[in-house]
């Protein structure tokens, strides 16, 4: 198959972000504008416009995969998303070798996007996650800490902040923070993002923006329920309880002391009620398997959880009536669980 070469990108416009405009839109169509061979070996096509993330701003690129419309049997298998000058490139390779693909490839031909649903959601949780730990940070007497670098890739997500917390204070912030984040993951609330003028958005954002947002610029900012704003570029979820549950650890890489910076790890888990992988540790938090439903309403409401959460919660086998001995040592058993997912659990926490 003939590759072009191509060592610029400043003769094509910019790639349309249309994952901007819908963050949980997983399939589109486009038109193909250019396909090439880098220098690196990768091949890439080039659209008009594209529902893949490309990887920035701490978060992973979309994977997928990409047909011809009038020839869906041609598929591109797409592995990373990159960004340069505006134009995003979807690095991948031609299923069964491509043999002919080149001939149908016009420019302008119509072309399917597909995108992971299951990766993107979980990097638009991680995403999420990170804002909402920023977010928390002056309801817990923290919002001196100003966030300098974040991670929301799923092998150990964290965000950076510069200043410090008093090592005897530590443990307790870190504890604050998370039943915080929790709190208003529990009470939801919806995720936007919008493109604003520079003096609507300083204004969404608390009054200012940071010194990398130009004057006079339109950036784009997204807004978690009623929490401020932030300039990002990234993927979210639709509603702050998408997160799930959240909990926080701090990865030490300083001493936290003086000028220097603390990490802060986000592991967003899986269910609602995901708190623990031990069985002992979860039957001394959980209601007893034999509460009537007014004393269980009690102890989930002391728990934060509303009446309508507890009947939901109760369809998962854990709780109350419909906790099942036969799954609950599965569920609460580390050694039941993926060997590799639980060694990758640990390592991030």
């Known amino acids: 198959m003939m590759m072009m070469e191509v060592t610029t990108t400043t003769t094509a416009n910019p790639t349309k972000l249309d994952y901007h405009d819908d963050m949980w839109k997983f399939h589109s169509v486009s038109s193909f504008v250019s396909f090439f061979q880098g220098e690196d070996g990768r091949c890439a096509l080039i659209l008009d416009s594209t529902i893949f993330y490309p990887q920035g701003g701490g978060q992973p690129s979309d994977t997928g995969f990409i047909t011809i419309s009038s020839h869906p049997h041609f598929k591109f298998i797409v592995n990373d998303v990159r960004s340069k000058d ?148 990234g993927t979210h979820v639709a509603d702050i309880s998408e997160i799930l549950s959240m909990k926080v650890r701090h990865r030490r890489n300083m001493d936290g002391v003086g000028d220097g910076t603390i990490k802060l790890g986000t592991v967003p888990l899986r269910r609602r009620d995901s708190t623990t992988a031990s069985l002992s540790t979860a039957n001394s938090n959980l209601p007893g398997p034999n509460l009537n439903l007014s004393n269980l309403i009690i102890a989930f409401s002391n728990k934060g959880f509303t009446a309508k959460e507890l009947v939901a919660l109760s369809g998962s086998h854990t709780i109350g009536q419909a906790r099942c001995a036969v799954f609950r040592s599965h569920i609460y058993n580390d050694t039941n669980i993926n060997a590799e997912e639980n060694t990758r659990t640990e390592d991030v926490a």
């Open 86 to 233: 505006g134009i995003v490139f979807h690095y991948g390779f031609f299923e069964n070798s491509g043999e002919g693909f080149e001939s149908k490839l016009e420019k302008g031909v119509q072309v399917l996007l597909y995108v992971d649903e299951s990766r993107r959601t979980l990097n638009s949780r991680l995403h999420s996650a990170g804002h909402l730990l920023d977010a928390c940070l002056g309801n817990v007497g923290l919002g001196y800490l100003e966030p300098t670098k974040a991670y929301h890739f799923p092998d150990g997500p964290y965000v950076e902040y510069k200043g410090s917390v008093p090592q005897s204070e530590m443990q307790m912030k870190q504890k604050e923070l998370e039943i915080e984040a929790n709190k208003l993951i529990s009470k939801g609330g919806k995720v936007s993002a919008a493109i604003l003028p520079y003096e609507e958005a300083c204004e969404l954002c608390g009054g200012c923006l940071p010194d990398y947002i130009p004057k006079g610029s339109t950036p784009r900012i997204v807004k978690l329920g009623d929490t401020p704003g932030c300039p990002c570029g």
